[in-house]
């Protein structure tokens, strides 16, 4: 068959299979809402997960490529659970201020910012903001977290090593505590600590601030890391550091050097294990594509389902149509039609039903993926390969389910077709 040929009679299958949508409405419908919803799911997953990864991508880029963690505990899946006795995790010190101190004065490190987190009720006056989560961190952390500062200022290192009760808060938390007054230099109680406002902080959103309630919808406090050490309530174990190496000094290299300075102020013989965990960006990255993955994979699960669903529908449309049409496949075949010719002719017409829940699945997809980007800090997208698997899928699902009707009438004899009421 020549190709032209093949195209028209594409186009004509694809004339048919609207005929028997409008023929069949019911039937249609549960076909094309099968496979809408597989093709939605896979399509609106697809959109919210690759937001996401862009979003956490850019955090982890803010914190620098080279840049590390020291921490007490892995933060993977392949962590142990702290519960249990026979964590030996549970066992490990936290990372001292003399650690931190020693880390700081690495030939190989520009600098380590030390880090806890906290939360609290912050009270100005008759104004009260429950459960307000708190930054505690050194001098470094405003090149870390790439925040800009407006209006006052950071604290300074005199500040932060004096444990100075200054405070910074975030736009929110100012709005909630002072509305349209000037919060510079007014005193709040942190868990009754008295706090000097001393600057306004502004943090770009991104997914994992958001995640872990650091974005700019949610009130927040930075404040100097001694500070929570020696006045608040903190868990001191629970300190971890930001490691960025001099430039010209490559990861590995520092983390090496981290790693000596660690093991030897621990006292840790050569057969022993480290008693830290150094994580980068590529383990973080890892432990996101675990964790997305197996959500993807549910995603997929449900997309399969609805699949089916619209594949029986294309079985039971088909044989229908087959059933109807049976002296039209007679007359084909008695004017010369080929069992291939008839084959394709009906699984056009069975990828056209599927095709069409596809676009529609797409579409509800793609208006899910600006919903979540206009609403949130995740840039929710679509990406191509999604819309590409998407249309495959479906029409794959259209041919599969489509093979048995469409060689049903391949196979009829044209004499008992004719014969056909």
């Not at 903190?234 to 490559?250: E, I, K, N, Q």
């Not at 993955?293 to 294309?314: C, D, E, N, Q, R």
């Not at 049976?326 to 069975?350: H, M, N, P, S």
Request: glycine letters at 10%; proline letters at 4%.
């Amino acid at each position: 068959m020549r190709l032209w040929d093949r195209i028209l009679m594409s186009l004509e299958g694809v004339m048919i299979a609207l005929d028997s949508l409008r023929a069949n409405k019911v039937r249609a419908a549960l076909t094309i809402s099968g496979v809408a919803v597989g093709v939605f799911v896979v399509v609106a997953m697809g959109a919210t997960v690759h937001g996401i990864k862009m979003s956490f991508q850019k955090d982890m880029d803010e914190f620098g490529t080279e840049t590390f963690q020291v921490r007490r505990r892995n933060p993977g899946f392949n962590s142990c659970d702290p519960s249990v006795e026979e964590c030996p995790e549970r066992r490990y010190p936290g990372v001292s201020l003399a650690e931190w101190r020693a880390i700081q004065q690495l030939p190989e490190v520009e600098n380590a910012m030390a880090w806890l987190f906290g939360s609290g009720t912050v009270t100005y006056r008759d104004q009260q903001v429950k459960n307000v989560g708190y930054d505690a961190q050194s001098t470094e952390w405003i090149q870390t977290d790439q925040a800009d500062v407006e209006p006052g200022r950071t604290f300074t290192a005199a500040e932060h090593d004096a444990a100075a009760l200054v405070t910074l808060v975030n736009k929110k938390l100012a709005d909630e505590l002072f509305g349209d007054s000037d919060p510079i230099g007014k005193e709040i109680a942190l868990d009754g600590r008295r706090f000097t406002v001393i600057g306004v902080f502004h943090t770009k959103a991104g997914f994992l601030k958001t995640l872990d309630g650091r974005g700019p919808d949610t009130p927040r406090m930075v404040l100097p890391m001694m500070t929570a050490y020696r006045r608040l309530g903190v868990w001191r174990r629970s300190m971890m550091l930001m490691v960025r190496p001099h430039a010209g000094v490559s990861r590995d290299d520092a983390m090496d050097a981290v790693t000596a300075t660690l093991r030897g102020m621990r006292g840790l013989r050569p057969s022993q294990p480290n008693s830290f965990f150094l994580v980068g960006q590529d383990k973080m990255m890892e432990t996101f594509n675990q964790l997305f993955g197996a959500i993807f994979m549910v995603g997929i699960g449900l997309s399969a389902v609805g699949l089916m669903v619209g594949g029986v529908g294309v079985v039971a449309i088909m044989m229908i149509s087959v059933t109807e049409r049976t002296r039209e496949i007679g007359v084909r075949k008695a004017l010369g039609a080929t069992r291939a010719t008839i084959l394709w002719q009906f699984l056009v017409e069975a990828a056209t039903l599927t095709s069409i829940g596809a676009l529609i699945g797409l579409v509800l997809g793609g208006l899910l993926a600006w919903v979540v980007r206009a609403n949130t800090s995740i840039p929710a997208s679509v990406p191509a390969d999604a819309v590409v698997m998407s249309l495959l899928a479906a029409a794959l699902t259209g041919v599969v389910f489509g093979m048995l009707p469409a060689t049903r009438a391949s196979k009829m004899d044209p004499v008992e077709a004719l014969r056909h009421e």
